[in-house]
């Protein structure tokens, strides 16, 4: 698919948001439909059941992603009449796109659409996110949730047969590859000019972390909702994770990573808010 033609159907993605009266954005099921490229509504009725389920399945309250709604349609000559659709929010989306045709181009870009806009928007929403209003305090809130990820994704990547250091070594180095152009760990050291003790991680900015951390988070439910086993199916699984990332970020006219400008070292900015202990006077 061509890259004006991405950026079309991404669009379409937006064009079809609305917002209710209370301000909260929502799409209908009927135009949802439609993008994805169903010719009949009732054929798209079972892909929303599937994504209800999803969603009880991860714990979330079915009413607070699915509202079941009248709304108006044209039927020819001028005319609309009522019909039943559902109104769905964007997590919502994201489960039906997860479970809609695989086979269809626009689905599979769907998926990334609405993958990395949930992503985005639960990171704002976290309420300890948006009292940081700092890019030092960023950094670090975003480091801390890296922490707790990768660690997951260790887990994630070792159920699939990713075992031994050396091959998680390789694993962490496809998705770096995937995100960053084909750069593994080493090169990315060397283009941003990072010494082989420091990591990585800790010398980025906000903006390349939150990209790192979607890249993790995404790979670990890509590997556990699939099931895949093998270490050379979990490095391409990280490898399409990345590269799909990658794809959105362009698409979206940002920056690429391996260009974002290389930050202090967040052990450094750490260790300044330590609190200073108190030197106990000297006895005269």
């Known amino acids: 698919m061509s890259k004006e033609l991405t950026k079309q159907h991404n669009s379409l993605f937006e064009q079809i948001r609305q917002t209710d009266e209370s301000g909260n954005e929502f799409w209908s099921a009927r135009d949802l439909s439609k993008v994805l490229e169903y010719s009949e509504y009732r054929h798209f009725m079972s892909v929303i059941e599937r994504a209800k389920e999803a969603c009880i399945n991860s714990g979330q309250q079915i009413t607070d992603h699915f509202e079941d709604i009248l709304e108006m349609v044209n039927i020819g000559s001028g005319a609309q009449r009522k ?15 997860q479970n809609a045709d695989p086979g269809k181009e626009v689905v599979a870009l769907g998926q990334t659409y609405f993958a990395v806009q949930t992503r985005l928007q639960e990171i704002r929403q976290m309420d300890e996110y948006n009292r940081l209003s700092t890019e030092d305090e960023k950094r670090m809130f975003l480091r801390n949730e ?25 694993f962490q180095n496809h998705g770096y590859m995937g995100l960053y152009g084909g750069l593994d760990a080493k090169a990315i050291h060397k283009k941003k000019g990072l010494k082989k003790s420091q990591q990585i991680l800790d010398h980025m900015g906000s903006t390349e972390l939150a990209a790192n951390l979607f890249r993790a988070t995404q790979t670990e439910e890509k590997l556990k909702r699939e099931n895949i086993r093998g270490k050379q199916k979990a490095n391409q699984t990280h490898y399409e994770v990345g590269k799909k990332v990658r794809k959105t970020i362009q698409e979206l006219g940002g920056e690429m990573p391996e260009n974002l400008p290389v930050a202090d070292s967040i052990k450094r900015i750490e260790k300044a808010r330590e609190p200073k202990s108190l030197k106990k006077p000297k006895k005269k």
């Open 146 to 170: 890296m922490a707790k990820h990768n660690t997951q994704l260790a887990a994630a990547a070792k159920n699939a047969g990713v075992i031994e250091p050396v091959d998680y070594a390789i």
């Open 83 to 97: 019909t039943e659709s559902v109104k769905l929010s964007r997590y919502a989306c994201y489960l039906i796109v």
